[in-house]
């Protein structure tokens, strides 16, 4: 296991970055020879992902919520992210071809994503004696004081924090 840093930090950055959540949804669980193809490439690809961090991926959580199966990435910005996706010497595009092509418009499985670009002071994490995790793990943390204490300072604004967290 990772291990735990103690204490209290959050994500920090002064850069926009993109969420990116995508996923499979497998409607029909027993037709593996339709929805596999949809899903055997993803793990390849976070992979050589992570292998070539000059392609902008900042980190990925996998999640498992049955029939869904979706991932969480940090981009370090779009235009990284759509490269990856467009590039045809990536893994996306021939993926994204061969899902066409074996699933089209059937109703076996479901494909999904979302995009959100985050702008500094529009965002806000916390961790608590955790491993590095999530948004704090992609982008980095710092300690939760002054600014970074509470969710409402660490979005820009001021108040006082409602329970005195034992620093």
């Known amino acids: 296991m990772a291990p735990v840093f103690p204490g209290r930090f959050a994500a920090s950055t002064d850069q926009t970055y993109v969420v990116f959540i995508v996923g499979i949804c497998i409607n029909k669980p027993f037709a593996i020879h339709r929805w596999?193809?949809?899903f055997s490439p993803m793990l390849p690809m976070v992979r050589q992902l992570e292998a070539q961090p000059e392609k902008g991926l900042l980190g990925t959580?996998?999640?498992?919520s049955w029939p869904v199966i979706q991932l969480v990435q940090y981009w370090r910005s779009y235009e990284h992210l759509e490269a990856f996706a467009r590039q045809p010497d990536d893994p996306h595009l021939p993926a994204w071809k061969r899902f066409n092509q074996v699933v089209g418009k059937t109703d076996v499985v479901g494909v999904?994503?979302?995009t959100y670009l985050v702008e500094p002071g529009r965002y806000e994490a916390i961790y608590v004696n955790m491993p590095r995790y999530g948004l704090g793990k992609a982008i980095g943390s710092d300690a939760a004081i002054g600014k970074r204490m509470t969710a409402r300072r660490r979005l820009g604004g001021q108040n006082e924090p409602a329970v005195e967290s034992g620093d």
């Open 36 to 38: 596999w193809p949809a």
């Open 112 to 114: 999904f994503h979302e």
């Open 61 to 64: 959580r996998f999640f498992l």
